[in-house]
């Protein structure tokens, strides 16, 4: 019960919890424009490219027939690429709507290598790495590259990312990704989380050599690697299992490389819970990763925080959230010069960073997610463990 003789002491604490909001809401407009200036300066140009171009073979792990995903898979079959390629897809279930999909693509392209793997056996708690494990025998060519169902890339998509397992000590070539969202409000604020929260946060990490990512859009390797690192079984329960095969290439003493370009990841996302879940598993998985890195991550929730510093009553808190909100479109504004990408929706981005401060918090609450309809428990070592109630 909260007696007279402490209101005193609350309101000095909600003040002294406010001054603090606002300190770091500061910090963080001067971190946004830090991003704002690091993603304009993204190198984009294309390295040097190897005069041979490898045999690849290209595993397409499928869950449905989402939006699109016709569109994508063409994609693949339309490369400007100098050798054989080698498109494997692969279905868990036998009634998957995707499987229609990849058969119309196979007629659609009969000069293209398209191979059909439907193989419903479970390796461990990632579906996605059973999967792959599963299609893998299938593999003709010692250069695989790994793609997500989700990605849209390029006519040079291929050449871009194996060109640099042609040095020695390169192990393995991921890309970072932008989001691409469809007519639904939800796909949109999804496509923009990515936008003006992964992305800019991934180009500091990079720039500032804070980070080394190994981005699931893309992971192209040698079949030596991966079997060095141990193949896909290695990574079976997983949760990030794109990061843990970053870790695994780097302690055999290769580098992963980032490209220096970014694919498309398409978001679909249909409704505020599936957004909410989506977020919510993104958001465990790099707190999982690195606990304190992702907690230093509340300096780029400017804008909520300046809202709450704004309870003081003082008048630099409104100050701050006009600056706040300045540094976050003008942020958007830079990821969209930076890579070519069509005008967002600047109106969202109040309701995207209030949901993203939202996320961030309960993230540090039940260590569950929510993985193509299953629900699952993470493990302190960030290992999945299904929820069988």
């Given amino acids: 019960m909260i007696t007279a003789d402490r209101i005193p002491d609350l309101v000095s604490l909600l003040g002294s919890l406010c001054d603090i909001c606002l300190a770091i809401a500061f910090v963080g407009c001067v971190f946004t424009l830090l991003e704002s200036a690091l993603v304009l300066g993204f190198p984009l140009e294309q390295r040097e490219e190897s005069a041979v171009q490898p045999p690849v073979t290209v595993l ?55 191979e059909l793997n439907i193989d419903p056996r479970s390796h461990g708690a990632n579906r996605k790495i059973s999967n792959l494990i599963n299609m893998l025998p299938r593999t003709h060519h010692d250069t695989i590259v790994l793609s997500d169902s989700d ?28 989001g691409l969202g ?20 991934a180009i500091a990490a990079i720039s500032l050599k804070l980070g080394k ?70 958001a465990r998985t790099i707190r999982s990763i690195d606990p304190i890195g992702y907690a230093g991550t509340i300096v780029t929730h400017p804008w909520p925080l300046a809202l709450i510093g704004m309870l003081s009553g003082s008048a630099d808190g409104a100050l701050l959230a006009i600056a706040a909100l ?7 504004r830079c990821v969209e010069r930076r890579f070519a990408l069509a005008r967002q929706n600047y109106w969202l981005i109040p309701l995207q960073d209030i949901m993203a401060f939202a996320v961030y918090v309960a993230s540090f609450s039940r260590a569950t997610v929510h993985w193509r309809g299953v629900d699952y428990r993470v493990a302190d070592d960030g290992h999945l463990i299904e929820n069988k109630t």
């Avoid at 994508?72 to 279905?91: K, N």
């Avoid at 849209?152 to 932008?178: D, F, I, K, N, Q």
């Avoid at 192209?220 to 997983?238: C, E």
């Fill in 60 to 114: 397409k792990p499928l869950h449905r027939a989402e939006p699109g995903l016709r569109t994508r898979l063409t994609a693949l079959c339309r490369q400007h690429y100098g050798a054989p390629v080698q498109i494997v897809c692969g279905a868990q279930e036998l009634g998957s709507s995707a499987i229609d999909v990849v058969r119309q693509i196979k007629v659609e392209f009969p000069g293209n290598a398209i």
């Fill in 151 to 178: 990605i849209l890339v390029e006519s040079g998509y291929l050449r871009g990312v194996t060109a640099p397992l042609a040095a020695p000590h390169v192990g393995a070539v991921t890309c970072l990704y932008y």
């Fill in 182 to 201: 469809s007519e639904g409000l939800w796909a949109r604020l999804s496509a923009l989380a990515i936008n003006s929260h992964f992305l800019p946060q």
């Fill in 213 to 282: 990512p190994c981005c699931g859009a893309t992971i192209a390797l040698r079949r030596s690697t991966l079997d060095r690192i141990g193949g896909f079984g290695a990574f079976a329960d997983a949760l990030a299992d794109d990061y843990a095969i970053g870790v695994a290439v780097r302690s055999a003493g290769y580098e992963v490389v980032t490209a220096p370009f970014v694919v498309g990841h398409r978001c679909f996302e249909g409704s505020l819970r599936q957004l909410l879940r989506h977020q919510m598993r993104v």
């Fill in 326 to 332: 300045i540094a976050r479109v003008m942020l958007c």
